[in-house]
């Protein structure tokens, strides 16, 4: 579904990535790890339309996207859930939710009661503002966010940071059920080992802005991709 192709992406003079290639598929999660740095972040907002990358080639369902804004890789298809979040903390979360919609058509900017049963947390709360929330319950609003816009490909930037372990296997589940349901490609971005080698079915790793790793799981052991990641 998503093929990335040779990327090369700058900030001003530095170059962060490297002829990067990635492919996630639909029903599976790819993890992108590395030390801090790497260039994790930059991939994926470069794929989420958020930074103008240099050279290659970003396709979805083998359509070239070409150079496109965030807004443009929305209505595509692809749906991004930030480091730090990225939620309205003077918005209720109906409203957060709501922002949600406006790449759908207007005929289909409605909450699914799909996200409600994701995230039950979120119907009970729904007239808190998202900046009333706990850290764990806004990763949930942003999840569910990013949901909204029916995403065919779902990037996760470091969805356990600062989040408490009942709420990071909440999370995790949530994961693993959208995965079964074999409609989107999952490409997530985590430091946590262990949360990403459970839930991973391929694993690309980077070094200095280049892929030094690309195996599914079935071809790699916890302890090499560990020793990859963490050289």
Known sequence: MLAVRGLTLK???SRILHGID???EPGRVTAVMGMNGVGKTSLLKAIAGRHPFESGSIRLDG??????????????GIGLVPQGREIFPL???TENLMTGLTCLPRAERRIPERIHDLFPVLKAMGRRRGGDLSGGQQQQ??????LITRPRVLLLDEPTEGIQPNIIKQIGAVIAALREEGRMAIVLVEQYFDFAFGLAD???????GTVVLSRPKHAVTR???LSCVVP
């Open 141 to 146: 609003l942003a999840i569910a966010r990013a």
């Open 202 to 208: 391929h694993f690309v790793v980077l070094r200095r």
């Open 11 to 13: 900030y001003g003079q």
């Open 22 to 24: 990635l492919d996630a």
């Open 91 to 93: 918005l209720t979360v």
């Open 63 to 76: 359509r070239d996207l070409g150079r496109y804004s965030a807004a443009a890789a929305a209505r595509a």
């Open 223 to 225: 302890e090499a991709l």
